[in-house]
C-alpha cells in the first residue's frame, strides 16, 4: 500500500509541475507492476524476469536522480548546466 501511495504522490506532483516525461514514466512502471503481480501468480518466468530487470533499472535511475538533485558526490547541476551549455 505505501508503494501505491508513493506513486500516487509523485503522479500528483509531475501533474502539478507540469513535466510529462515522468508522468508517462510512471505509467510505464505500473503497466509493468501490474504485470510482474500477473507473472508472480500465473508463475510466468517471462514477467518475472522483466519485473526484476525493470526493478533494477527503476530504483538505479531514482538513486541517480535522489542523488544528482542533492549534489551528492561529483554530481552538481551547476557544472552539468555548463556542460549542457558548453556543447551547443
Same mark, same amino acid.
Given at each position: =500500500?505505501?508503494?501505491?501511495?508513493? !506513486?500516487?504522490?509523485?503522479?500528483?506532483?509531475?501533474? &502539478?509541475?507540469?513535466?510529462? $516525461?515522468?508522468?508517462? $514514466? =510512471?505509467?510505464?512502471?505500473?503497466?509493468? !507492476?501490474?504485470? +510482474?503481480?500477473? +507473472?508472480?501468480?500465473?508463475?510466468?518466468?517471462?514477467?518475472?524476469? +522483466?519485473? $526484476?530487470?525493470?526493478?533494477?533499472?527503476? !530504483?538505479?535511475?531514482?538513486?541517480?536522480?535522489?542523488?544528482?538533485?542533492?549534489? $551528492?558526490?561529483? &554530481?552538481?547541476?551547476?557544472?552539468?548546466?555548463?556542460?549542457?551549455?558548453?556543447?551547443?
Amino acid at each position: =500500500n505505501k508503494l501505491k501511495v508513493c !506513486v500516487l504522490e509523485r503522479q500528483i506532483f509531475d501533474f &502539478l509541475g507540469y513535466q510529462w $516525461a515522468p508522468i508517462l $514514466a =510512471n505509467f510505464v512502471h505500473i503497466i509493468i !507492476v501490474i504485470l +510482474g503481480l500477473f +507473472g508472480t501468480i500465473q508463475y510466468r518466468p517471462r514477467y518475472i524476469t +522483466g519485473y $526484476a530487470v525493470w526493478l533494477v533499472l527503476w !530504483v538505479t535511475w531514482n538513486v541517480f536522480v535522489i542523488c544528482f538533485y542533492l549534489e $551528492a558526490g561529483d &554530481l552538481s547541476k551547476v557544472i552539468c548546466h555548463l556542460i549542457c551549455l558548453s556543447h551547443q
